[in-house]
């Protein structure tokens, strides 16, 4: 079957959609519970979503569901697909980064850059259309493999799949002014954004106010890994909105993790809840990894499921949204950069069912809006045909068979016109 949209155009009639992400198409059999209505996607022949003259082909959905294609807005490139080397941890995140930090002496550019390549291969293959990625960077990013690799990657998948990396750094890296300058100002040169992992005690007001001081220095976006622990007293994720406060950075914002916030006390959850949300910092959540190394002990049960209150932000008005994280490497032994697999684990892990639809939307528009990916997280007519059709009649379908076949379309054209299943897919009926 081919789908692509060469010729006269194309129709995806009877689609099913989120209609908070199909404001433009005209909508049918809204589903207030659901959020789901049915539109007939129409595809030109330069592969923008618009409505193609008469005598287009048409091609039946019916109902099966269409999402936008994905972003997933924080993984580890440079380490995936490295857990067979590096091992298992027996313990959590300091296990972890340290089989990491000794598998690092093996990331030659030949072995970064097949683990990154097969990563892409992957994400793109699963519907995802822009990914930021961030990279170890313990000497300056000119001096680093894994910057020279992302470069050339960049290049050879752009159209296909947008990467933003983020220059990964301990907090403390700041206290040298000379060294962070030059090393903000090759990120800066890079097209990269600021990074800081801030492990637990390390984050001061004056190193935060340094970090924001420098990055509107040198136009650069920032992202957090903050407070990756249970600890209930971990605050790196206040400090950041103080600083923020204090220093009147205005430049987007991100932070990962933020697991303690599901600790502490309810009053100091709810005032620092109060304070992201009105700094706009966006809060990315990985279940995937804070669930396999959150209260993680050799001979014990976990007690605890180490996520954010992703539920508590997203009612205070806050911008919350899950990513992937590390795949098949020792911070996460599975994996296979697939936005439904990573956006199931984090819907059943914080019981989001009853919500879904809002969840959803949700994912797609603040994972996008979160890195500056404009045009991506929704269906626009006039922009392009990025879409995913599943073998699924509903949210709750899709969440049930996530590896279940599906279709994915880049500008009006399946992205594996190859794969025997296609046909399948779209001519038996959903069952
Ligand atoms: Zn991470």
Redesign the pocket.
């Given at each position: 079957m081919n789908l692509q949209a060469a010729g006269t155009g194309l129709w995806l009639d009877n689609a099913r959609v989120p209609a908070a992400l199909a404001e433009g198409f005209a909508l049918r059999d809204v589903d207030a519970g659901t959020g789901l209505a049915t539109a007939d996607l129409g595809v030109n022949r330069d592969g923008s979503f618009g409505a193609p003259p008469a005598g287009a082909r048409r091609i039946d959905l019916q109902g099966r569901l269409v999402l936008p294609a994905f972003v997933d807005s924080?993984v580890?490139l440079d380490k995936a697909y490295t857990v067979a080397r590096a091992g298992l941890p027996d313990g959590g995140l300091l296990a972890a980064v340290r089989l990491a930090g000794a598998d690092a002496e093996n990331w030659t550019v030949a072995d970064l850059e097949s683990r990154m390549e097969r990563a892409l291969v992957r994400a793109h293959a699963n519907g995802t259309a822009a990914m930021r990625t961030?990279l170890d960077t313990p000497v300056p990013p000119l001096q680093c493999a894994s910057w020279q690799v992302l470069g050339r990657l960049r290049q050879g998948w752009r159209g296909r799949l947008d990467i933003q990396a983020v220059a990964l750094m301990a907090l403390e890296r700041v206290d040298d002014a000379a060294d962070y300058a030059e090393r903000c100002r090759q990120i800066a040169a890079l097209d990269g954004v600021l990074g800081a992992f801030i492990a637990p005690g390390m984050a001061t007001a004056a190193r935060l106010d340094r970090l924001f001081e420098m990055a509107a220095r040198h136009g650069l976006a920032v992202d957090f890994?903050v407070d990756e622990t249970l600890d209930p007293e971990a605050r790196g994720l206040e400090m950041i909105c103080d600083s923020l406060a204090r220093t009147g950075f205005d430049g987007p914002v991100m932070a990962?993790h933020c697991c303690s916030l599901a600790t502490m006390p309810q009053a100091d959850r709810a005032r620092i809840i109060a304070k992201v949300a009105a700094c706009g910092v966006h809060v990315v959540s990985?279940p995937h990894?804070n669930l396999f190394l959150q209260d993680r002990r050799a001979g014990t049960t976990p007690r605890h499921r180490g996520l954010t209150a992703v539920q508590e932000l997203r009612a205070a008005g806050a911008s919350v949204h899950f990513a992937s994280?590390?795949v098949q490497d020792p911070f996460y032994p599975y994996g296979d950069y697939d936005m439904v697999e990573v956006f199931r684990s984090g819907v059943q892990t914080a019981q989001l069912e009853a919500d879904l639809g809002v969840w959803l939307a949700g994912q797609c528009i603040e994972a996008a809006r979160a890195c500056g990916f404009g045009g991506l997280g929704r269906l626009i007519p006039g922009g392009h045909a990025d879409a995913i059709v599943f073998q699924a009649r509903d949210l709750l379908d899709l969440m049930s068979r996530r590896a279940g076949p599906r279709l994915v379309i880049r500008q009006g054209v399946p992205v594996r016109p190859d794969r025997a299943d296609l046909s399948t897919l779209l001519t038996e009926e959903v069952r």
């Open positions: 924080h580890h961030h890994h990962g990985l990894s994280d590390n």
